[in-house]
């Protein structure tokens, strides 16, 4: 190995790079998921070196997995969290087989190399290592593999509603979520989650009388009024809020910018009141979705055949609500901008509100010293995530969640994520194992006597 703990016991390079294809050749495309292969995949790994560890499989073929190290000491427990479904591949689109682990000049490619199953690979590696490696904890270690994230949930859901007591005392959390941001060449930021927005999906419907499409009509016309009623909402902006969290990713991204952005970023809440400014930083899809709540249109329906005026025509809105945000107000605010005669409103599902864990906590600061080791001229940045991860399902229990991924990624590689030819580099698969490594010890590992075989120096290369 380049890096990590010299030893000949522990995972080679070539052995997690093997390990990753083995799992990205696992199809678990959801629906209908067949996580239950993946969780086998897992348990397989670990009872080989003698970690305990238990598949669930709360629904034919819907499964997760637990896994447990554990520590001595007296401190809450530490969740390696990660999703073991992907979203479904457009094969055709592909210039690879997404299910076939493939390797190709120095990238590993595979639906799921990014979201998220090579962090869920690299979280097993990390508990395969310190088992072998004999490290005292002061804490336990679980690892912790979910079906469902992707679509509705159900393993998150069954986890805390049903089986909460297999996580009882934990303290932390880290999931999925930010990533280092590479900008020019150079990593610029290590994004923290420490939040993220709440979905709050509507449904409107409007009503009109039906009729024959050679005999078309305006008045009384269902698909006429929702298409005004959309253009309504198209038109409408909602009100732009600063949280403390953006505040301080702008900040943060202040530190690594060149001047005049500095002096935007350093005072976002001032720069945000100027309409010309505002205007720029909106134009900016990433930065408008945290800084205010967003609407989008994402589904239409109307008639069963084209020859058919429709008595009712429906649109679907993902929205996604700062944290804070009471979403009975937003839905009345929505109400005014597109309810008239024939059109109205209702909620789909069920809501659960945004929530956050603490910037400066004990992992939060084993995160910034890894950055210090590996990238010290990057910045540690708490970032909102605008779309919903399995931290929100279990904050509510007490546990501080983050998410952070240990890769280093420009835009252009963020944007495979859920695309077409998703992968991921090997310099960052064994890069990302080492700082996964080095976060996992700075938290949980107990201090160890000189001559103890995981004492032995870290190789900072």
């Not at 292969?37 to 397989?44: I, P, V």
């Amino acid at each position: 190995m380049t890096g990590g703990l010299r030893s000949d016991d522990l995972l080679s390079d070539a052995e997690v790079i093997g390990l990753l294809r083995r799992y990205l050749r696992i199809d678990t495309s959801n629906p209908p998921g067949n996580e239950v292969a993946a969780a086998e995949f897992f348990r397989d790994l670990f009872e080989a070196e003698g970690i305990e560890a238990t598949v669930y499989e709360f629904a034919p073929g819907r499964a997760n997995i637990v896994a447990r190290l554990h520590g001595e000491g007296p401190e809450g427990a530490l969740i390696l969290s990660n999703h073991m479904d992907v979203v479904i591949p457009d094969r055709e689109e592909w210039s690879v087989d997404p299910f076939g682990g493939e390797l190709i000049d120095g990238y590993v490619y595979g639906r799921g190399a990014l979201d998220m199953k090579t962090t869920g690979l690299l979280q097993a590696v990390t508990l395969i290592n310190l088992k072998r490696a004999g490290v005292a904890l002061r804490r336990d270690l679980i690892f912790l593999g979910t079906a469902d994230e992707e679509v509705e949930g159900a393993g998150i859901n069954w986890m805390t509603w049903e089986r909460g007591d297999l996580l009882n005392g934990a303290e932390f959390m880290l999931n999925e979520g930010g990533v280092i941001d590479e900008v020019d060449g150079a990593a610029r930021s290590y994004n923290v989650a420490v939040t993220e927005k709440a979905p709050f999906w509507i449904r409107i419907r409007a009503e009109g009388r039906a009729g024959h499409g050679s005999q078309p009509y305006i008045e009384d016309n269902a698909v006429h009024r929702l298409l005004r009623a959309l253009d309504r909402l198209a038109r409408y902006q909602t009100p732009v809020r600063v949280t403390e969290t953006t505040d301080a990713f702008f900040k943060a991204l202040a530190r690594t910018s060149p001047a005049r952005r500095a002096d935007i970023y350093g005072d976002i809440r001032k720069a945000v009141e100027n309409p010309a400014l505002l205007a720029a930083l909106t134009a900016e899809p990433a930065f408008n979705a945290i800084l205010r709540n967003t609407i989008a249109i994402t589904m239409l329906e109307g008639a069963p055949q084209i020859n058919i005026i429709p008595s009712v025509a429906e649109a679907r809105l993902d929205i996604r609500l700062l944290p804070g945000e009471d979403p009975g107000a937003f839905l009345q605010e929505i109400k005014a901008v597109v309810e008239r005669t024939g059109v109205s409103i209702e909620p789909i599902g069920r809501f659960r509100a945004a929530t956050e864990s603490p910037i400066d906590s004990e992992l939060v600061a084993a995160i910034d010293r890894a950055r210090q080791r590996r990238h010290p001229g990057a910045v540690l940045a708490p970032t909102m995530l605008t779309g919903w991860t399995e931290s929100a399902a279990v904050r509510p229990l007490g546990v501080k969640a983050y998410g952070f991924q240990p890769f280093v990624l420009d835009e252009s590689e963020r944007k495979r994520i859920h695309g077409d030819d998703e992968r991921i580099s090997v310099d960052n698969v064994l890069r990302g194992a080492r700082i996964l490594d080095e976060i996992v010890r700075d938290l949980c590992a107990a201090p160890l006597p000189r001559d103890h075989p995981a004492a032995r120096p870290i190789d900072m290369r």
